[in-house]
């Protein structure tokens, strides 16, 4: 029902910045809450941030990332973004979007029903 298309990982030194896209098709997108979620090698995956389906909802972040990234979205434009600003080496993944059928945020790999291919995102220091 929902295909999930990442865009923007790369190359980027420590203290730089990367936004993140994630264009989806399907429909009742802006019915679903969004997730991003990232894997590090050797590592299991692990939730970055989530969006409320809902104009003005609420997010969420993991610690490790709160206060430097930023969950947005765009109903209309049917996309889903990931600002990253303050960039360390140990934020280095595939970086991968998902979509939850449910109006609230979902933390847990479980609760999502849709997932992108990821994007590489590479953090030099």
């Known amino acids: 029902q929902v295909q999930l298309v990442e865009s923007g990982g790369g190359l980027v030194q420590a203290g730089g910045s990367l936004r993140l896209s994630c264009a989806a098709s399907?429909?009742?997108?802006?019915?679903?809450?969004m997730g991003w979620f990232r894997q590090a090698p050797g590592k299991e995956r692990e939730f970055v941030a989530g969006i409320s389906w809902w104009s003005g909802g609420s997010t969420r972040y993991a610690d490790s990332v709160n206060g430097r990234f930023t969950i947005s979205k765009d109903n209309a434009k049917n996309t889903v973004y990931l600002q990253m600003n303050s960039l360390k080496p140990e934020d280095t993944a595939v970086y991968y979007c998902?979509?939850?059928?449910?109006?609230?945020?979902?933390?847990?790999?479980?609760?999502?029903?849709?997932w992108g291919q990821g994007t590489q995102v590479t953090v030099s220091s």
């Open positions: 399907g429909r009742t997108f802006s019915r679903y809450a």
């Open positions: 998902a979509a939850a059928a449910r109006a609230t945020i979902a933390a847990m790999i479980e609760s999502y029903d849709y």
